[in-house]
């Protein structure tokens, strides 16, 4: 290792510290403007550890919401299902909120793509859904519920 010079590293500290004395001064203007509070950290969303049920259980809503539309049950009981869901436990996360509800979307559309019309295939699916949908809702509770 190579010493400075013990008059190079005084000089040296002299220019350190002018340069940071002369640093803000310079910079600043003649009146100074009261400065704003910065603004508040983003709050840190942390995932639920029963998220990846909770994002099937959401999917399968929706593919419920469109089946029983599809064969004439023309009620909403699975979307405010899922509204219910949504108000319980996204409250103050809007990215959860946002990913769950896209997941109910995806749902609906996965079998709007596939049945335009109420079949055999089309009430199979849905029951199984349901029993699927169940099985989560129970699991969910049992696993991570109060």
Same mark, same amino acid.
């Given at each position: !290792?190579?010493?400075?010079?013990r008059?190079g590293?005084?000089? +040296? +500290?002299a220019?350190?510290?002018? =340069? +940071?004395?002369a640093?803000?001064?310079?910079?600043?203007p003649?009146?100074?403007?009261?400065?704003?509070?910065?603004p508040?950290p983003?709050? *840190?969303e942390?995932?639920?550890p029963y998220?990846?049920q909770l994002?099937r259980?959401a999917?399968? =809503?929706?593919?419920?919401?469109?089946?029983?539309t599809l064969?004439g049950?023309p009620?909403?009981?699975?979307?405010?299902? !899922?509204?219910?869901?949504?108000?319980?436990?996204?409250?103050?996360?809007p990215k959860r @909120?946002? @990913? +769950?509800?896209?997941a109910f979307?995806r749902?609906?559309?996965s079998?709007?793509?596939?049945?335009?019309s109420c079949t055999d295939?089309a009430?199979?699916?849905e029951? @199984?859904y349901?029993? *699927?949908?169940?099985?989560?809702a129970?699991?969910?509770?049992a @696993?991570?519920?109060?």
């Open positions: !290792m190579k010493l400075i010079p008059l590293c005084l000089t +040296l +500290l220019i350190l510290t002018a =340069l +940071l004395a640093g803000p001064l310079a910079a600043q003649a009146k100074q403007q009261p400065t704003a509070p910065p508040p983003p709050v *840190e942390k995932p639920a998220d990846v994002t259980l999917e399968v =809503l929706g593919s419920i919401q469109y089946l029983r064969c049950a009620t909403s009981e699975w979307r405010a299902s !899922m509204q219910q869901l949504l108000d319980a436990d996204t409250g103050t996360e @909120r946002e @990913r +769950l509800t896209a979307n749902g609906y559309r079998f709007a793509s596939v049945h335009t295939a009430r199979t699916a029951e @199984r349901r029993i *699927e949908g169940a099985t989560l129970t699991e969910i509770a @696993r991570f519920g109060n």
